[in-house]
């Protein structure tokens, strides 16, 4: 079963405006990371926050997460036609047995 | 090698064959995961190794469908009498056993069952 729901399931934005993309999950994690993926292939990750951190930036990228609420969100900041992908959540469970559960993803569209 | 391979890229077969899927994970990771993604759709978990622990099975839609991972290392997932429903994209991906750890995928074996 599906951990992680993104939201929004697409979005379309102009080249040069900021992309958030959230997702929500239902029991305690021990990681959440996101995902990207091309042409419906393999996916590559972007970045990890753990259960113990607010709020964690690469590069472009700012990713948050609220334990509380059981929500993160991705920022991916002044968007480039490049960044047209489908976008996953992950999370990674308590315990010792801690496999990845990927939610719905989320299509993004930069428009040049 | 220097990432996850997968074979074949692309496999079509006829509704009712055996097909077998290869993983070669990176080198030393001993964790290893077998996911299936439907046409535009998300990943669906099937089959979890960890290290020498009895693999985690929940995700294997029914019992025409099994994996092994045999020396730690390549992972073969098998299904038996294919039907349409199971084509899709197969996705192997691996990482260290420890957690809090990224997950590195293979490029998929596109699957047709015709």
């Known amino acids: 079963s599906q951990q992680g729901e993104e939201d929004p399931q697409a979005l379309s934005i102009q080249e040069g405006e900021n992309a958030t993309m959230n997702c929500s999950y239902k029991?305690?994690?021990?990681?959440l990371q996101w995902y990207r993926q091309n042409s419906g292939r393999g996916l590559v990750h972007l970045i990890l926050?753990?259960?113990?951190?607010r709020e964690k930036h690469s590069g472009r990228l700012r990713v948050t997460l609220d334990t509380s609420k059981k929500s993160s969100s991705l920022l991916i900041t002044a968007s480039r036609a490049a960044d047209t992908a489908s976008y996953f959540c992950?999370?990674?469970?308590?315990?010792?047995?801690?496999?990845?559960?990927f939610g719905k993803g989320i299509t993004l569209s930069v428009r040049p | 090698g220097a990432g996850v391979s997968q074979s074949p890229s692309n496999k079509v077969t006829e509704k009712g064959k055996d097909v077998e899927l290869r993983c070669d994970p990176i080198?030393?990771?001993?964790?290893l995961y077998w996911y299936r993604q439907s046409l535009g759709q998300g990943l669906e978990f099937l089959i979890y190794?960890?290290?020498?622990?009895?693999?985690?099975k929940s995700g294997l839609p029914s019992d025409r469908f099994s994996a092994e991972r045999t020396g730690g290392s390549v992972s073969t997932l098998t299904i038996q009498r294919t039907q349409q429903e199971d084509s899709a994209v197969y996705l192997c991906?691996?990482?260290?056993?420890?957690?809090?750890?990224?997950?590195?995928f293979g490029q998929g074996t596109r699957l047709t069952v015709v």
């Open positions: 992950a999370t990674g469970n308590t315990g010792a047995n801690s496999k990845l559960t």
């Open positions: 029991t305690s994690i021990n990681n």
């Open positions: 080198s030393g990771h001993t964790a």
């Open positions: 926050i753990r259960s113990n951190e």
């Open positions: 991906a691996s990482s260290l056993i420890r957690v809090n750890t990224e997950a590195f």
């Open positions: 190794f960890q290290g020498n622990s009895a693999p985690d």
